[in-house]
């Protein structure tokens, strides 16, 4: 049984809960807008990931695909075509970007990882800019892509940060595998897989190593009135910004300091930090480009190893196995992953540990509702 859960947005609650207590009555009304927004959608995504890709488009032949649509500041989904494959660019800035971003974001997947598409199977990948007026954040809505132009005083345009288009993207592949649960350890596992190939996205567009890479998510989108560089911080979690308006980054980079909430859907934008900063670790630590070996770790355990209700310790310990399979029992790229994953208070390496049932049950439920404990690291 799938739960169902609100659509996936790079601007976490927490942010646009903030700017609607603290903003200016114009950001105040955008953020509870977009609130509203993302509440009305509830369960689309989830929904959606029940069927199978032949009920999305699907390009012919297999190749790269992607149409841009105009939703000329309404709230109508797709819009008007402005884009195709084989169009020249345009003249709008938006769209360009978003035709840029997820073609990088197929490029990656197909490139290095041998996937083709979002779907595996040749989906077509359709974006809609210029959703709505002054919308303050980009989402997947477990079909197609959709930005908002950003209020211009807090954010800028979706479309100008290559990672988010990545990010977002990336939920509609994790919706065609492990189709792991948006809430708790599970969806915070669902936000650092878009994070890792999000960064990925931009870190193999312009060619750098792990070394060389920022490790932000979302750089640019914040304005210059934002004191903050980032969304999220994968090199140093809870460092992104912090300001006046928007608060200041919760995310941790331990396990000591994991939040317990049930908010956020039990802190997925939160918490996310500890698998993203464990990543971070095996990549630097492997040096050279990130997608090369940490990344195909990271992948295989998506397509192959996570299931929907798999936790910290399921998904550190099936990377740990992932990389024995991949490179060798003892391997450099294996004791890479133990260190990640020991950097952030986990122990990788022991045997997979099952995941809860995916039902979930009344007993934890009402566990977590009380405040219980998330499952512990060995």
């Known amino acids: ?34 609130l509203k927004q993302s509440a009305q959608m509830r369960g689309q995504r989830q929904a959606l990931s029940d069927f199978t890709a032949a009920t999305f488009r699907v390009a012919v032949v297999g190749g790269k695909e992607r149409v841009v649509y105009d939703a ?32 990088a974001t197929y490029d990656l997947y197909q490139n290095v990882f041998q996937r083709n598409s979002i779907d595996g199977n040749g989906m077509r990948i359709d974006s809609t800019v210029h959703y709505q007026r002054s919308y303050d954040n980009a989402f997947w809505n477990g079909e197609q892509m ?28 994790t919706q065609f595998e492990a189709k792991l649960n948006y809430s708790f350890q599970p969806g915070a596992l669902n936000e650092s897989m878009s994070d890792v190939f999000g960064s990925l996205v931009k870190q193999y567009s312009l060619q750098q190593t792990a070394a060389q890479a920022d490790w932000l998510i979302g750089a640019g989108l914040l304005t210059s009135n934002v004191n903050g560089v980032a969304l999220r911080s994968m090199k140093a979690p809870g460092t992104a910004y912090d300001d006046p308006v928007l608060g200041k980054d919760p995310q941790p980079a331990h396990m000591r300091d994991y939040v317990n909430t049930v908010s956020d859907n039990g802190g997925v934008h ?50 740990y196995q992932a990389a024995g399979e991949l490179y060798g029992a003892g391997s450099i790229e294996q004791q890479a992953v133990q260190k990640g ?38």
């Open 146 to 173: 959709v930005y908002g132009d950003g209020d211009g005083q807090l954010f800028n345009r979706f479309t100008i940060a290559i990672d988010v288009i990545g990010h977002e993207l990336t939920h509609g592949v």
């Open 1 to 34: 049984m799938h739960r169902h859960s609100p659509v996936n947005c790079i601007v976490p609650p927490h942010i646009l809960t903030n700017i609607a207590t603290k903003g200016t009555e114009a950001q105040k009304d955008m953020a509870i807008s977009t």
């Open 72 to 103: 000329q500041n309404g709230s109508s989904l797709p819009g008007a075509v402005v884009r195709r494959e084989t169009d020249p660019a345009s003249s709008d800035v938006a769209v360009n970007e978003a035709f840029d971003g997820s073609g």
């Open 270 to 319: 939160i918490n996310s930090g500890i698998p993203n900063h464990a990543f971070y670790v095996v990549a630097t630590e492997l040096g050279g480009n990130a997608w090369e070996k940490a990344g195909q770790i990271w992948y295989v355990t998506l397509k192959d190893k996570l299931s929907a209700s798999s936790n910290f310790q399921n998904c550190a310990d099936l990377t």
């Open 341 to 378: 994953w020991a950097e952030v208070g986990i122990t990788a390496g022991t045997t997979p540990t099952p995941p809860p049932p995916s039902g979930d049950g009344c007993l934890s439920s009402l566990l977590r509702l009380l405040g219980a404990a998330p499952a512990q690291t060995k």
